[in-house]
Nanobody, 128 residues
Framework: QLRLVESGGGLVQAGGSLKLSCSVFGTSFGPYAIAWFRQAPGKEREGISALKPNTGSTLYADSVLGRFTTSKDKTQNTVYLQMDSLKPEDTATYYC?????????????????????WGRGTQVTVSA
């Protein structure tokens, strides 16, 4: 059973930075894409980044492009989300999720449907 645990959330002022971590337990990175989602109170869940650890391919939502960067540390089975130039509208609970894929023809997506394994989330609050 794949298990994901997020950490690194907290309170930061607008313009500041945070780095979230997603620790993946139970399997190697080989067959899984890892994505970050967020959900603010009263809003729909939003996919913001995705990563294929084996190839390094990434995908970002327009709302975070140029400000957020996802990366992986294969040795430690951890995926990161570096968040810079944070805005109050980035306030949300952030989740990482894993989607299995058969081969490298798989196309990254920010839709939630392929992601079968989810962490419990970490809260990010950006003050004005």
């Amino acid at each position: 059973q794949l298990r994901l645990v997020e950490s690194g959330g907290g309170l930061v002022q607008a313009g500041g930075s945070l780095k979230l971590s997603c620790s993946v337990f139970g399997t190697s990175f080989g067959p899984y894409a890892i994505a970050w989602f967020r959900q603010a109170p009263g809003k729909e869940r939003e996919g913001i980044s995705a990563l294929k650890p084996n190839t390094g391919s990434t995908l970002y939502a327009d709302s975070v492009l140029g400000r957020f960067t996802t990366s992986k540390d294969k040795t430690q089975n951890t995926v990161y989300l570096q968040m810079d130039s944070l805005k109050p509208e980035d306030t949300a609970t952030y989740y990482c999720a894993a989607a299995p894929y058969a081969d490298n023809t798989y196309t990254l997506t920010l839709a939630s449907w392929p992601y079968a394994n989810w962490g419990r989330g970490t809260q990010v609050t950006v003050s004005a």
